[in-house]
């Protein structure tokens, strides 16, 4: 994470602003994520049954690979000097482009595509997130994530 001037922040409208580390996506995780959100399809947990898929294997729920852009993002883009707090504001837009099989590596591509200052020292920022597949040309979603940033003014 680089740190910044908050009055900077806009001046990085249309960069990319980091490329996060690859993560590896495992059953074991798939079905953590199934028991925590009750989502037990068998495209997801049942391997035996996967093989008959498109895929021929299980795969991750969108959701989860939605769930890991938090972490994927912790140590890449900007951070506004005097930062308080950031906060996940939500996303204006999420598309599921292709399945994450099981033990694929995963990683985020972020571009700054918007910056608006709101009052009180709150800066929200879009930013545009290709997660990537390790050895494929789709990726896995493209997420235009929200966070609100608060520093001191």
């Not at 996303?91 to 292709?98: Q, S, T």
Request: charged share 25%; aromatic share 8%; hydrophobic share 40%.
């Amino acid at each position: 994470m680089k740190v910044i001037p908050a009055s900077e922040l806009e001046s990085h409208i249309g960069e990319e602003v980091g490329v996060s580390d690859w993560f590896e996506v495992t059953q074991e995780r798939i079905n953590q994520f199934a028991e925590a959100t009750n989502d037990h399809q068998f495209i997801h947990v049942d391997p035996e049954m996967a093989k008959a898929t498109p895929w021929g294997t299980t795969i991750a729920h969108g959701y989860l690979t939605l769930s890991l852009l938090t972490y994927l993002q912790a140590d890449i883009g900007y951070m506004p000097e005097g930062l308080q707090m950031a906060i996940n504001y939500g996303a204006d837009k999420v598309r599921f482009m292709e399945a994450v099989p099981v033990n694929s590596k995963i990683r985020a591509r972020n571009v700054l595509t918007d910056v608006q200052y709101k009052r009180n020292g709150r800066w929200l920022l879009k930013t545009t997130c290709t997660i990537e597949i390790e050895g494929k040309d789709k990726p896995a979603a493209i997420v235009e994530a929200l966070a609100m940033y608060v520093v001191s003014e």
